[in-house]
């Protein structure tokens, strides 16, 4: 038997065959349309993601040499955040998607925040007020699409996240829920109570009958239909895809904590049953849940541009080929050169959230060369990372005995060192590259008695590379002191247009 794991991700589709020992037997990807139909606003067809996933799954099924008679059960994990409303009668969406990224809804943040609904957010769901989320997305949609809010009114209107669209299609329209974690990022969840909030959906005004039944992690979400894969498969895990990572990695215990380093970085720390008020700008969210009314809590950090800066010193400079030449081209050179670069693109998230910082190169001098600024964007994913560990060890009263990384850039072994050097703890790549979707796989295998429990799970971690840190903690000291000065001359940076 096999556990078939679904990773809707931002920019790609994938599905993955996983084995009782973790291992991958088959697995397929599909590229998903980005639309960015006006400055700002980010789009995905909902059709699109769920005609892809369910090619993947298929596919993955095929490369696996497996048959749907094979599947113990199917895990889903997924883009957290992106809104997405459909018809209930026909199941066709109201609109594309808004995803997490768009920031059209920046305005009426500040609306609210003028209005003093920040403190409510935060106590009922740990968030901050950001468009990132997805109650005011909803909203935009309500009042945007003629005729939208009266129906969603008479109940003829869902919402959901990724997860909720892909189980609604697979059970044929007969199944809408979602789960705690993918819950606690819509801003209309109570973290603590553990169920929507009144208030809340009040004061964005959305109608609770567009709401999503909330389960546990491990429950009988749906069963996916014989049509979709060639036998019921029981749909048995969900969660969203920085708290699958947490799970894949088996950071089971408070103090443990991940970074994923993809486009951006998202690093989890898990703080067991505390729900930590953080002073640093850090998100409390949902870890996981297990059964009805339990939740397991985590601090979050999110960095907008981590792998994006490599994909720029490729794509915007044309100094390499391929992202994994970066490393390459840093090893021309012995150290930074007095060189740093804060790839503040969009603005800085946590700790900083200024939307008003840009990208920023200091320390330039004729020496400087392109290995100068290959390694100094190396260096900037694991400084903004440290940045936001030294905050979360802040606001949760520990230190981090270790990090455990994974995505595309945690391949980088010269970045990944740093990262051990800076933050003075060792760093763990696990054996499994593909984390998010081994926790999606561990979620429902756990569901469906594939796997034991929580313990057999992180007895069978193995670990691929450590890094040991190995920088005098003068020099590291003296390293993160200039880092923040580079920071602190790319904030506030971009102005308004004068009118
Ligand atoms: N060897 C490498 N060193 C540094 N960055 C890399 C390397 N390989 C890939 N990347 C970066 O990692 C990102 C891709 O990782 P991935 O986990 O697939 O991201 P996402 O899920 O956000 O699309 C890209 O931004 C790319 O520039
Ligand atoms: O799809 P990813 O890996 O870019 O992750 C997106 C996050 O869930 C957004 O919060």
Sequence with gaps: ????????????????????????????????????????????????????????????LRNAGATAADVAAIGITNQRETAILWDRATG?????????????????????????????????????????????????????????????????????????????????????????????RTMLFDIRRLTWSDALLDAFAIPRALLPE?????????????????????????????????????????????STYGTGSFVVLNTGARIVESAHGLLATIAYGFTPGEATYALEGSVFVTGAAVQWL???????????????????VDDNGGCFFVPAFTGLGTPYWDPHARGTIVGITRGTTRGHLARAALEAMAFQTADVIDAMERDAGL???????????????????????VLGVPVVRPSTAETTALGAAYLAGLQAG??????????????????????PAPQRAG????????VARSRDWEQAPSS
Excluded at 5 to 10: F, H, M, N, Q, Y
Excluded at 118 to 143: C, H, M, N
Excluded at 224 to 250: T, Y
Excluded at 450 to 471: K, Q, T
């Design 92 to 184: 066709a969406p109201v609109a594309p998607a808004i995803v997490w990224q768009d920031r059209r809804t920046a305005d009426r943040c500040d609306a609210l925040r003028a209005n003093g609904l920040e403190p409510l957010i935060r106590a009922q769901t740990g968030l901050v007020l950001d468009p990132y989320f997805s109650a005011t997305k909803i909203a935009w949609l309500l009042d945007r699409v003629a005729g939208l809010r009266g129906r969603a009114e008479r109940g003829e209107i869902a919402f959901g996240t990724v997860d909720a669209w892909l189980i609604w299609n697979f059970s044929g329209g007969s199944r809408h829920v979602t789960d705690v974690t993918n819950a606690s």
């Design 479 to 486: 390293l993160l002191a200039q880092w923040r000065r580079a």
């Design 314 to 332: 490729r794509d915007g400079l044309g100094i390499i080929e391929r992202a994994s030449d970066v490393e390459r081209l840093a090893r021309t």
């Design 1 to 60: 038997m096999i556990v078939l794991a679904l990773d809707a991700g931002t920019t790609s589709s994938r599905a993955i065959a996983f084995d009782r020992d973790g291992a991958v037997l088959g697995f397929d990807q599909r590229e998903l349309t980005q639309f960015f139909p006006r400055p700002g606003w980010v789009e995905h067809d909902p059709r699109e993601i769920w005609t892809t996933q369910l090619e993947t799954a298929r596919a993955a």
């Design 214 to 258: 909330v389960l546990p992690c491990t429950a009988a979400f749906a069963t996916a239909g014989a049509e979709h894969l060639g036998a019921p498969i029981l749909i048995a895990g969900v969660a969203g895809d920085q708290q699958a990572a947490l799970v894949g990695q088996a950071c089971f215990r408070d103090g443990l904590a991940k």
């Design 399 to 421: 230190s981090l005995c270790e990090l455990r990384v994974d995505g595309g850039a945690a391949e980088n072994d010269l970045a990944m060192q740093f990262q051990a050097d």
């Design 450 to 471: 594939y796997w034991e429990d929580l313990g057999a799970l992180a007895r069978r971690r193995r670990e691929r590379s450590r890094f040991v840190p190995a920088m």
